[in-house]
T-cell receptor, first 113, second 112 residues
């Protein structure tokens, strides 16, 4: 049981390049989330998916797209990376009602030059 | 979602109880109080949550005042591994739609 896994662990991009951050969970959770954390700051919600087939915007969705590929996987795409998107990205998942805990992955550190 | 206020930093001696306060004076009746912590740059880790009753688990205790405007997270016997940033969050538990808003938290340092 690996929990929440994220790939890659670290990535350097040039301005304007695109990339997809991958997230997978093996806990059969319905809900999945993407957050970003800038230095010295708390986490901010980018997008979330309450269940397979649905996605909703969070606090800071601009510049990102998401895909809930299946129940296990939730990807985050940067179509045209900007230096302001330099951050640490965390994926999380949560089970059904009564299981309010969000479980977080180890994070992807992204540097946009 | 209601906003929370936490002290930016605290120290606690190893082996003593660490008491982390949180003010949430605008909390509404259906909002829960959640506590998470983040060690170094790892992903946040869930600690405990509650609605209005005090809660205890293997990691910590959560004391919520009767008016629900503040709460305290208690780590009963702090160890060096408890050094982390602790986040107090209030949110509606909405079957997967809750949005956790992380502030800057309290940086707890356990002193040997």
């Amino acid at each position: 049981n690996a929990g929440v896994t994220q790939t890659p662990k670290f990535q350097v991009l040039k301005t304007g390049q695109s990339m997809t951050l991958q997230c997978a969970q093996d806990m059969n959770h319905n809900s999945m989330y993407w957050y970003r954390q800038d230095p010295g700051m708390g986490l901010r919600l980018i997008y979330y998916s309450a269940s397979e087939g649905t996605t909703d915007k969070g606090e800071v969705p601009n510049g990102y797209n998401v895909s809930r590929l299946n129940k296990r996987e939730f990807s985050l795409r940067l179509e045209s990376a900007a230096p302001s998107q330099t951050s640490v990205y965390f994926c999380a998942s949560r089970g059904l009602a009564g299981q309010e805990t969000q479980y977080f992955g180890p994070g992807t550190r992204l540097l946009v030059l | 979602d209601a906003k929370t206020t936490q002290p930016p930093s605290m120290d606690c001696a190893e082996g003593r109880a660490a008491n982390l306060p949180c003010n949430h004076s605008t909390i509404s009746g259906n909002e829960y109080v959640y506590w998470y912590r983040q060690i170094h740059s790892q992903g946040p880790q869930y600690i405990i949550h509650g609605l209005k009753n005090n809660e205890t688990n293997e990691m910590a205790s959560l004391i919520i005042t009767e008016d629900r405007k503040s709460s305290t997270l208690i780590l009963p016997h702090a160890t060096l591994r408890d050094t982390a940033v602790y986040y107090c969050i209030v949110a509606i538990s909405n079957f997967g739609n809750e949005k956790l808003t992380f502030g800057t938290g309290t940086r707890l340092t356990i002193i040997p």
